[in-house]
């Protein structure tokens, strides 16, 4: 597919884009780090939560499905929802069925219903169907770990871009290198500011998604600059002015750096779909899912239409000062 | 090459795919009693698809409302009741000690810092996610991956389950263990063999996990005074005697024969790789001040340790789900490569398939842990070899527009792109290597997937080019085979 779009032109208009979705980014997750708790809507393996633990044992079989049958009808009763369920154990053994909550359901219903478990439990256990059960509510703080994956990641990707920059300084042009790194960056940056704006429950996968980003950006700017490179060695394209120049190697580019996000954007919606259905609840998917996403969706956003207008910028400012390097020289010859 | 040549090596190569395939994709009961599983069945896996284990840690003093329940449901044993009743006070959904009660703050205060400590050891185990949470202000529950293959999760494979589970176990065990580091004279010794004011743990610059060659060790590194004081101990006790590493009340098992004189600052304790890391971190925790003040499920004094296993959050099937997406990115992949450049397509078609088993080999023999982010990552290798292949035949097409034969195209073609292809390579390949080496937990992991996805794009590059020659050389019609129209010129006709 052949396209025709003038990238270099709308270098500002990208900039102010970009520029305001990180804006917005930043001052939600600021404004939320301090009236709801964070910079980011942390869930996941970092979620506080409430929790509703029914322990069992020597039920006779079928009763499990029995206690099961007693709690969803007390929820219910009481009005309140869990957002995960877990029934462990065997019926020899004994075992756990575990309802958790989030954070902002009150406790209190959660003991009315609970109450209202033990009490039918008892019944059940003095008419001989159940042997032996209990059950309790709990107020559950996760400590908010992922400190050292988080130094980790960011020594690493900061060594990955400084690397980026280097081996495109020597192999390829300067100003492609400076265009690699502010790609690498402004698309991490959307990455982040989009997750704050989006409020997409984050657990410790998130470093992940975040490297994820930063490879694929990588990729693309390699495919990108490549075509560059080669389109300043072919001298129909060398006698373009830089806007067309820049231009015609982003359009010759337009479907690599846009299939590559996007079929992994894809391959992320198709998770989504069929995760939902596996888990019975897309809320349980959305997490890891809508990651990858926001990151495909900064990629090929930041791929596609702002690294090429910026890379234009850097050109045109390369090429002021190689021309105003070469001028004084000239005036210093012909005097 | 002659047509029997082609048909001969094309055979076999699929022939190997295929079987290869076969093997990786399909489990199979051998007998009635045994059963294979496939490779695919038995890589390891995060806890979004196999699954979570947690344990709940009761400290002393601290009891759980079923073990309350017990006792003091059971209406025979009036006397326990009685104690329990006049002993524990309901604090939410566990009952506390009315003694830890008296300065109920400091005691909360105790726990959420043991929780914090537990916390940062459980983050150098490097999981791919885990929670630590303090539960109704006086317990903690630890949740980790269960770490385990798609075939442990259903129970085909018992024996990788036992055994993920065990690890687990120990872990949870080793990590949450109080207590200071002592030197005793034996296993069972109370006393510690210093002197009542110095500390073990001072005699040490650092304590570490050590690994070479498949080997894992727990290293110690005395510091200069330590070894001269350590040195002295050794050489005071009686030949064949040891001395025991403590943690609190806890032998780690690791013995320091007595009699002979050290002669190396650093000292090496070979163990299990898990063992190894679990005593590591614990003893670098302890060593930098990080000791838990709880004792945390003693059987006399609290609820003893269960550990859990949970469904996987994205449903008992997730894991298969994740494998239908990738097996439609991959027929996506095959068909955009044939609808393309048709018989040559299925070239890449090929090189996709045995890029697919290789992930599939590498995950099962290293040990990888896939997780959703490390399924992307494959799938992001998927694309650079799908869009390198596709960018080295575009650059052929080109140059069978300027009227060259067609091996004069190919080998143009392969010489033009050769550079922007090992640019692409190396470049991506060294950053794959930094977020393995550099990262942690998941990111590592992803960074190990990638590198490997890396080199097996650039062999699976020149696999490409060799297959093409193979395939190619026997057929008359050489551009409409990989779906190129020749340039006809006037003067040709």
Known sequence: MKTNFGFSSKMHLFIIVSSLVIAIGLAVGIICQFVAGGFFNYGADWADYKEVTITYEYVEYGSKDKVVEICDEAFAAAGVKSFAKNIHGSTNTGGEITYRFTLSTKIEELREAVTAI?????????????????????VGNTIKGGSTALTRMSIALAVVIVFHFVYFALRYKLSMAIA???ADVHNLALFVALLAITRVPLGSTMFAFAAITVVVTVLCTCFAFDRVRKNLKDDSINKLSINEQVDAGANQNFMVNILVPACLAGAAVLMFALLSISSLSPLAVISPVMCALVGFVACAYGNTFFTPAVYCGIRSLEDKMTTAQKAPSKDSQGK | MGKVKSAVITSLIVAAVLVLTLFATISFPTSNVKRYNSFISTIVMGSELTGDSYAVLYPAGVISSSDYNVVVGDSENIEEKNEYEGKYTPCGGVYVENEKLEDKDAFKASVLKDAEIISARFADKGYSGYSVTVVDDYSIKVTVPSNMSYAALKEYDVSARSAALTEIGHAVQYLTLEGEMSLRDSETATTSMLGVNEDFSSYFRKISMYSMAGSHAVKFDLTDEGFDKLNKIVSAGSEGSNAYIFVGETTLGMQIALGTPLTEKSMFYQLDRAYAQDFSILLSSVHSGNVLENKYNDAKSSTEMKLISVTPVFGEYAAVYLGVVVLLAIIASVVASV??????????????????????CALNIIGIQLTLAGAFIALAGLALITFTNFYVFEAIRKETFTGRTFQASVKDGYKKTLMSVLDLHIVLVVIAAMLALIGFGELAACGLIFFIAVIASYTLY?????????????V????GFCGYTREVYGDED
């Open chain 1, 118 to 138: 033990n009490n039918a439990i008892k019944a059940g256990i003095e008419d001989g169907t159940l042997v032996l059960s209990n059950g309790a509510a709990y």
């Open chain 2, 476 to 479: 008359k019609d050489k551009f």
């Open chain 2, 462 to 474: 020149w696999f490409t080019r060799f297959m093409w020659f193979v395939t190619v050389s026997p």
């Open chain 1, 180 to 182: 690699a790194v502010i």
């Open chain 2, 339 to 360: 609808l393309k450049y048709k018989k040559l397509g299925l070239i890449n078609a090929l090189t996709v398939v045995i890029y697919s088993l290789a992930m599939v």
